[in-house]
């Protein structure tokens, strides 16, 4: 089985980061989701910042995250935005 730093976008330290928060495998993160799997990310990681979460929408859609198109960019800046509410 493939480890998540086969995804695109995800290197060793984002890799070593998601399984400290469950999320062992590229199924898990598909299945999860970029926005869930930032939110736990983000509880235990509070220095992640929007391009993670970017690079894991990017992961997820099998995209470098700098491709991902505006309008889901702005989503999830908005999303990013609210959690720092």
Known sequence: ?????????IGKELERKLTA?????????????????FFKLKGVFPQ???VHLYAL????QDMEFNSLPEDKK???KEFSDFLKR
């Open 1 to 9: 089985m493939a480890g998540l730093n086969s995804m695109k976008n």
């Open 21 to 37: 928060v469950g999320v062992d495998s590229p199924e898990a993160l598909k299945e999860l989701g970029a926005k869930h799997a």
């Open 48 to 50: 992640v910042c929007l």
């Open 57 to 60: 929408e990017g992961a997820v």
């Open 74 to 76: 702005r989503e999830l």
